[in-house]
């Protein structure tokens, strides 16, 4: 299991079974484990590499390549328009909705079944309230994982008829929202798969999205995106981290903050974050009936705020943005993504929309290099 290159550095134990690497804990005293990239500046010349994200950065990820593309494009593109709109020196347009399954969780998912598949897991379980389960299902398909995924019965929707099949199983499961997690790992315990995506795992695909940035707009210093749980930001910080790590740390690297934005019908960060606290209370989580974006409901961020006070930068503002805004902006932001070639649908999924909107409403210093996280808006098609 050395191939794994995962430590504890509490009691330097390097021998971890593959329970431990699932789990990301060490088996001998539970602490988390941690990952060194071997050698130095392992991104310094990625120009020979004609892998993509998250593969093209392996050295900076603690699993092997196991094959599964991503798919399609991992583009960078700059935007004119937005930069002649906000005034600003640079604005950049990360685009995952080309990967396999339209969303950036393709890059989590991707690394994750890949660990599954070099442990040789026999049968794994996932849960998500969204549209993560599909980019799961995916990557398990095309690496030969047999997975079952785990949804909430009210969720069923969102997951395009895609087909339950034996060694793919879809289980729609009853219950109130902020149980789901805890009903999800005992249906998963019944039926003897082993549960997977601790958090650490879950971070180390996302990670790939710092790395995107850090090649292709060294010089940026605010990264845009639209959170649910904020899981996104919390993977470009253990990527910007591990870069630190290999001392390949300077421009977006030292001076990166994020704006960071929630549609207001599903903004409990936005308000625990502006009022300091470091919970959110029952009331201030809307779960709305009819949510403007039902991909954005986060069924418990209580688990990430605590993380996201921990571990991002000072400067990082979190923003709500209400249905009116996404609407006056959505001519500009239109016309920005048409004129990068990036085929969002709106009516697929608003994320990339009340980030521009967002965005559109900030006021930025005229020296501001911008990095946006465009996903989530590219129709999926289910398997078969
Ligand atoms: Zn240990």
């Not at 879809?170 to 549960?195: L, M, T």
Request: net charge neutral; hydrophobic share 40%; glycine share 8%.
């Amino acid at each position: 299991m050395s191939s794994f290159r995962l430590d504890c550095t509490s009691c330097s134990s390097s021998e971890q079974g593959p329970e431990a690497i699932a789990a990301y804990k060490c088996t001998h005293c539970g602490t988390d484990l941690s990952f060194s990239p071997s050698g130095t500046r392992p991104l310094q010349d990625l120009s020979g590499r004609r892998l993509r994200a998250p593969w093209r950065y392996a050295d900076m990820l603690p699993v092997k390549i196991l094959g599964g593309q991503p798919a399609a494009t991992d583009e960078v593109r700059r935007s004119a328009l937005l930069e002649k709109m906000l005034g600003v020196q640079s604005v950049w347009l990360v685009d995952a909705t080309g990967l396999a399954t339209g969303t950036f969780k393709d890059y989590e998912a991707i690394v994750i079944m890949a660990m599954a598949a070099e442990l040789n897991l026999d049968f794994v379980s996932v849960h998500s309230t969204g549209n993560t389960v599909l980019a799961y299902r995916h990557y398990a398909e095309e690496l030969g994982v047999r997975c079952a995924i785990i949804v909430p019965a009210a969720n069923m929707s969102k997951l395009d008829g895609l087909p339950d099949l034996t060694d793919w199983p879809v289980v729609a499961v009853d219950g109130p929202y902020k149980q789901f997690s805890a009903i999800a790992r005992s249906v998963a315990a019944e039926r003897g798969w082993h549960h997977l995506a601790p958090l650490p795992w879950k971070l180390e695909g996302k990670a790939a999205l710092a790395w995107m940035i850090y090649e292709n707009c060294p010089q940026v210093d605010l990264i845009v995106q639209t959170i649910a749980g904020g899981f996104g930001p919390l993977g470009m910080e253990l990527g910007f981290r591990r870069l630190a790590a290999v001392g390949e740390f300077y421009g977006v690297a030292s001076r990166r903050r994020y704006l960071l934005l929630q549609p207001s019908d599903a903004d409990g960060i936005a308000r625990a974050w502006r009022k300091g606290s470091s919970r959110i209370e029952p009331c201030d989580i809307p779960l709305p009936e009819l949510p403007f974006e039902p991909t954005l409901q986060s069924a418990n961020p209580n688990t990430t705020l605590p993380h996201l006070r921990r571990n991002l930068p000072r400067g990082t503002r979190i923003g709500s943005v209400s249905e009116s805004l996404v609407a006056k902006h959505y001519p500009t932001a239109h016309r920005a993504f048409l004129e990068a070639d990036i085929p969002v649908s709106y009516e697929r999924e608003k994320s990339a929309y009340i980030a521009l909107a967002g965005l559109l409403e900030a006021r930025l210093e005229p020296t501001s290099n911008v990095a946006v996280i465009v996903t989530g808006s590219r129709p999926f098609r289910a398997p078969r």
